[in-house]
């Protein structure tokens, strides 16, 4: 699975973006997949995945209540709907799929988009 992501950019703090990684293959709708983040002089870490149905969701708690992930298998496509956004949040983004959350590691990974959110 080749994954590309798109839709970061630069955002007040309490603004909203929505991140998408389209993928290619036709086996990417049994995938799970999920977003993870990388800020300057921090390590990756992981934000939300979504499994292959839309069964199961996970989220970081630092993002709990504001961030929303989905997926829709016919468009090939993932999302990360990111509401109330805080400049703690201003990372590169990248996505990632594999066949389950706990794997997403050791999986396939797109390019990042660059989210930056000012104070």
């Known amino acids: 699975v080749q994954l590309q992501a798109s839709g970061g950019g630069l955002v007040q703090a309490g603004g909203s973006l929505r991140l998408s990684c389209s993928a290619s293959?036709?086996?990417?709708?049994?995938?799970?997949t999920g977003w993870f983040r990388q800020a300057p002089g921090k390590e990756r870490e992981f934000v939300a995945g979504i499994s292959w149905n839309s069964g199961v969701t996970s989220y970081a708690d630092s993002v709990k209540g504001r961030f929303t992930i989905s997926r829709d298998n016919a468009k090939n496509t993932v999302y990360l709907q990111m509401n109330s956004l805080r400049p703690e949040d201003t990372a590169v983004y990248y996505c990632?799929?594999?066949?389950?959350?706990?794997?997403?590691?050791?999986?396939?990974w797109g390019q990042g988009t660059q989210v930056t959110v000012s104070s």
């Open positions: 293959g036709r086996t990417f709708s049994l995938y799970a």
């Open positions: 990632a799929a594999a066949p389950s959350i706990a794997r997403m590691t050791d999986g396939s």
